[in-house]
């Protein structure tokens, strides 16, 4: 009977044993295995000399191409490939293709280069970017540009410039709707000043789809759409238009006021968002949701220096201007995690700032922040010296990278995606 209980014992450990090689090892969570193999930071310097790093690995491309124009507005599209460039004030807009392409389950990575094909029309400004497709309004005709991402990598691609919209010369917005639709501003000329008062919707020809006599307010700036909606910033109500034709106002809540710096000037959104987020100077931030036709405010004060949406839309993401930042939850409003940053000073600051009238103040503010940015988990910070990029992650705020910069960058930006 021992001799079997022995025998017993010896295949009982055997088992264990071989049940002990066979569990499988559990990798710790780390930057380089969270984070996707398809982000990419470009930066550029004061001259505009772009360089395009990968933060898992640390590789740094230098591109032999031409360099950001000087004072050139660059924004991301919706899918994270291109950066359309912005010459304003000498009417050019300009595509730049990162290389880093989305197949949806995979990606691939190819060459960075300059699309042939430029839009020209004068003075273009506010830039709006949904669903693979890309919208700035020209403000010298208040004419509207158009560039589908899906026609960009084709030797055909040509920017559509809409014209004759017969919505006058003002300072205005225009934007995406599903269906190739657009919603766009329109000004009464008799009322003074650059500001416009109503939206309409118009077909991808720039025939009237929708309009309506009751949504309009004393002015209008900045809007945004996450393909469904798309909201126009206003000084007594938010504008909205439907893709589904439908037009109305939201109107503005306390402490809202239809006076300077105290109404909505700029609309951010997210494709991924339900949920979009408007800044008033002296007010703060809400949250403004079409489908419930509502609006509440979920930061307040006078101190917000930019704000934006991560990359997939889950977070929303104030940097105050004594540099501490605010992550919140774009679906509830709720606080993730607030703190003070190690941030890089925006080249002017707020003195700077302060010369320029609203309209010029908000435009600027509708502009991708020039020393942060974000990826879906992680917020990358350049440093004061502007030699370094610091890896946050945004449920904690803990530092979890610090990648070295060969010389002092101007601006960056996360370009690239995340793999489903």
Not at 401 to 412: A, D, E, I
Request: glycine share 8%; charged share 20%.
């Amino acid at each position: 009977m021992k001799k079997l209980n022995t025998a017993l014992i010896g295949i009982a450990l055997l088992a264990y044993s071989c049940q002990e090689k066979e569990d499988p090892i559990i990798e710790q969570p780390t930057f380089e295995n969270q984070e996707s193999e398809w982000i990419r930071m470009i930066t550029w310097n004061s001259s505009g000399n772009i360089s395009m790093m990968n933060p898992i690995t640390g590789e740094v491309k230098t591109p032999s191409v031409n360099p950001f124009a000087q004072g050139s507005a660059n924004y991301l599209s919706s899918s994270g490939q291109y950066i359309t460039s912005v010459e304003r004030v000498n009417g050019i807009v300009k595509f730049f293709d990162t290389g880093i392409v989305n197949h949806v389950d995979h990606g691939h990575e190819y060459e960075m280069r300059w699309l042939g094909s430029t839009a020209v029309a004068p003075l273009p400004t506010h830039f709006s970017a949904t669903n693979g497709n890309i919208v700035i309004f020209n403000d010298g005709d208040g004419s509207i540009t158009w560039a589908r991402e899906s026609t960009m990598e084709t030797p055909s691609f040509n920017p559509t410039v809409i014209k004759d919209l017969k919505n006058g010369v003002h300072h205005g917005a225009a934007t995406w709707l599903t269906g190739n639709k657009f919603a766009v501003t329109f000004k009464n000329p008799e009322i003074p000043g650059a500001l416009p008062q109503t939206i309409k919707i118009l077909s991808s020809n720039g025939a009237v789809v929708a309009e309506s006599a009751e949504v309009k307010v004393t002015g209008i700036h900045g809007d945004a759409s996450n393909g469904s909606y798309a909201v126009f910033g206003g000084t007594e109500a938010v504008l909205v238009a439907g893709s589904n034709n439908q037009l109305f106002k939201i109107e503005n809540i306390s402490p809202l006021e239809p006076t300077s710096g105290n109404w909505m000037g700029t609309i951010k959104a997210n494709d991924k968002s339900s949920i979009l987020y408007g800044w008033a100077r002296n007010k703060g931030v809400f949250a403004i949701d079409p489908l419930a036709k509502s609006m509440r405010n979920i930061y307040t004060g006078d101190d917000v220096s930019t704000y934006f949406f991560s990359a997939d839309g889950s977070k929303l993401i104030i940097q105050t201007k004594s540099n501490s930042v605010k992550i919140i939850d774009s679906k509830t409003g709720n606080t993730v995690a607030q703190g003070p940053i190690a941030v890089a000073s925006i080249e002017g600051g707020e003195s700077a700032r302060k010369i320029q009238d609203d309209a010029t103040f908000y435009r600027l503010m509708n502009e991708l922040p020039p020393v942060l940015t974000s990826s879906e988990k992680y917020l990358y910070v350049l440093s004061p010296s502007r030699t370094e990029i610091e890896v946050l992650d945004l449920e904690n705020l803990k530092s979890v990278k610090k990648m070295s910069l060969t010389s002092p960058v101007t601006s960056f930006m996360r370009v690239g995606f995340q793999t489903n």
